[in-house]
C-alpha cells in the first residue's frame, strides 16, 4: 500500500498510476492521519504542509516511540523489524517551500527522501524505484527522470 497525503493532483494521479502498474493500493489518509500509524505500507508520500504541524509532530512523536521501544533481534527480548513497520516504510516528503519548520522523522538510513512537490514525473519514478527495492539510489532516479524529460 502507497499512503499519499498531498493536494497536488498531479501527484496523486501520478502515484495512483504507479499503484495500477505495481498492484500496490493507493491510500489517500484523512485527518488527522494516523492511518500513516495505523496501516502498514510500502511507501509514504507526504506534504507536511498539507498534514499541519501538530499532525506532523504527532507522526514524528509516535516514530520516535517506536524506535526507542525497538529491541534488535538477537536479544531476548527481541523482535526485529517486522514488528516495527513504521522505520522501515520508505517515505518521500513533499517540499514547496524553504525553511520550513517541521522536525525531520526519525527513519532508517537510505528510506527518507525530499522531494520538490510540484515534480510529479519525479516523484513517480522514485514511488517505482521504493516498491521495487525498498531503497533507491536517488541520483540514478533523477538522472533517469531527467532523461524522459527531453
Same mark, same amino acid.
Given at each position: 500500500?502507497?499512503?499519499?497525503? *498531498?493536494? /497536488? ?9 504507479? !499503484?495500477?502498474?505495481?498492484?500496490? *493500493?493507493?491510500?489517500?489518509?484523512? +485527518?488527522?492521519? &494516523? ?22 509532530? &504527532?507522526?514524528?512523536? +509516535? ?11 538477537? *536479544?531476548?527480548? !527481541? ?6 513497520? !513504521?522505520? +522501515? *516504510? ?5 517540499? @514547496?517551500? =524553504?525553511?520550513?519548520? %517541521?522536525?525531520?522523522?526519525?527513519? @532508517?538510513? !537510505?528510506?527518507? %527522501?525530499?522531494?520538490?512537490?510540484? @515534480? ?7 514511488? =517505482?524505484?521504493?516498491? =521495487?527495492?525498498? &531503497? ?9 527522470? /531527467?532523461? /524522459?524529460?527531453?
Amino acid at each position: 500500500m502507497i499512503q499519499v497525503v *498531498t493536494d /497536488n493532483l498531479e501527484v496523486a494521479g501520478a502515484l495512483v498510476d504507479v !499503484g495500477h502498474e505495481l498492484d500496490a *493500493t493507493v491510500h489517500f489518509p484523512d +485527518y488527522p492521519y &494516523t492511518d500513516l500509524i495505523a496501516l502498514s505500507s510500502s511507501l509514504l508520500v507526504v506534504d507536511r504542509n498539507v498534514m499541519g504541524k501538530e499532525a506532523w509532530q &504527532t507522526f514524528c512523536g +509516535y516514530r520516535q516511540e517506536e524506535r526507542a521501544a525497538y529491541v534488535p533481534k538477537g *536479544t531476548p527480548e !527481541g523482535r526485529g523489524p517486522a514488528e516495527y513497520h !513504521g522505520l +522501515y *516504510t520508505p517515505m518521500v516528503i513533499l517540499i @514547496s517551500r =524553504r525553511g520550513e519548520d %517541521f522536525p525531520r522523522p526519525p527513519a @532508517s538510513p !537510505g528510506q527518507l %527522501f525530499y522531494v520538490e512537490k510540484f @515534480s510529479d514525473d519525479l516523484v513517480a519514478e522514485l514511488a =517505482r524505484e521504493l516498491l =521495487r527495492h525498498k &531503497t533507491a539510489d536517488i541520483h540514478s532516479v533523477v538522472e533517469r527522470v /531527467n532523461r /524522459n524529460r527531453m
